[in-house]
């Protein structure tokens, strides 16, 4: 049962819009199957860290203010700088090559889930409930089932932008940029007001 549950709040936690899905997106878009699928599972990395900070007690950034400010600042200019690149994309006629390498697509998805400093706020949150009675091993069982879930949203999401890509023509490439370039800077603009109303109270 916790298995299911976790398995079941692994893909409620990946399947909603945010930064890294707008990335994959872009990236899916632009080059195909391996960008798409690098951003998403660079993201893993940082989610797992989190689940495992969460799942470990460890409060420190969750308790400070001051950490969590340089993250969300972290992650703010994160946002930004791939929110202009994705709206000069949109200048191109048509779509690049299918890109065979991932051009540092793993490393942005990994950044971008690492500056998020409320995944730890949330994972607290969650893993206290869920695991409180079930000890080390019920632990063990619930990050399985997540990262599990996440794995496989991964790879079903980057098959959707690839499907997307070879389906769609030019006029979809250039929508799809500037609608993921403006994700982008809304998210960025989200988190920088979180960010800033952590920091002026």
Avoid: K
Wanted: positive net charge; glycine residues 14%.
């Amino acid at each position: 049962m916790l298995l299911l549950s976790a398995f079941g709040l692994g893909v409620a936690y990946c399947a909603p819009p945010g930064g890294v899905t707008a990335e994959a997106l872009r990236r899916g878009i632009a080059h195909g199957f391996a960008p798409a699928l690098m951003v998403e599972l660079g993201s893993l990395l940082g989610d797992a860290a989190w689940v495992l900070a969460a799942l470990a007690g460890i409060t420190v950034v969750a308790g400070s203010g001051t950490a969590q400010v340089a993250l969300g600042g972290v992650g703010v200019a994160l946002l930004l700088v791939l929110a202009a690149s994705s709206l000069l994309r949109a200048r191109r006629s048509q779509p690049p090559p299918e890109a065979p390498h991932v051009g540092g697509a793993f490393a942005v998805g990994a950044a971008m889930a690492f500056a998020n400093p409320y995944a730890l706020a949330f994972w607290l949150g969650v893993s206290g409930p869920l695991l409180a009675h079930r000890g080390s091993g019920g632990a063990a069982i619930f990050f399985a089932g997540f990262m599990a879930a996440c794995v496989t949203w991964c790879f079903v999401f980057a098959a959707a932008c690839a499907w997307g890509r070879r389906l769609l023509g030019p006029r979809f490439f250039r929508l799809a940029h500037l609608v993921c370039g403006a994700a982008l800077a809304g998210f960025a603009g989200r988190l920088a007001w979180t960010t800033g109303r952590l920091f002026l109270g």
